[in-house]
């Protein structure tokens, strides 16, 4: 079993029902699923970007990524419809509480000039959304085999009733937010 999902069940969620007042277990924030999106604009103009980002995502992940396609032709940026321009993967289950041990252990210290995640960055249904610049901070990817470096989002989904709940959880996984 993931470490973080068996911290969450043993722990965290008796401490949460407490410090929110809430008297139903099933009350209690919790994840639902994370999903790791990579845009690459440059697609139009190389093809092989998005091959690379679909090697880097899936090591990265442990999953197989979907292509993302264009939805409408746009000329001003030389843009088809149907054209892939990205990927994503939905992690839920144990892989999901397993990308997120990783990223709060292992990739967010590797930041450089880290001083804490934004408080702010939730969309206000409780959902936490973050950017990562290069995906050469994870330590699956190695460094002589990137082409070229991919930006890539996080969109973290939790199951609460407001912000301040899923910040309280997050807080409580271990998430280094700024003071």
Excluded: W
Aim: proline share 3%; charged share 30%.
């Amino acid at each position: 079993m993931a470490r973080l999902r068996e911290k969450y069940q043993k722990e965290i969620t008796l401490e949460l029902q407490k410090k929110l007042n809430l008297g139903n277990k099933m009350a209690v924030p919790r994840l639902e699923k994370i999903v790791v999106s990579m845009g690459v604009g440059k697609a139009t103009e190389n093809k092989d970007l998005i091959p690379a980002a679909l090697k880097d995502l899936a090591q990265i992940t442990g999953q197989h990524p979907l292509t993302t396609r264009a939805k409408k032709s746009v000329a001003g940026f030389k843009l088809r419809k149907d054209q892939a321009i990205g990927c994503k993967v939905t992690l839920r289950g144990a892989r999901m509480y397993e990308f997120l041990d990783r990223l709060i252990n292992v990739v967010i210290p590797r930041f450089r000039d880290f001083r804490g995640l934004n408080k702010k960055a939730f969309d206000g249904s409780g959902n936490y959304n973050m950017g990562i610049e290069e995906q050469v901070v994870f330590p699956e990817i190695n460094i002589d085999n990137v082409k070229f470096n991919q930006g890539m989002d996080i969109a973290i989904v939790i199951k609460s009733k407001s912000d301040e709940d899923s910040y309280e959880l997050l807080k409580s996984f271990g998430m280094p937010f700024r003071n």
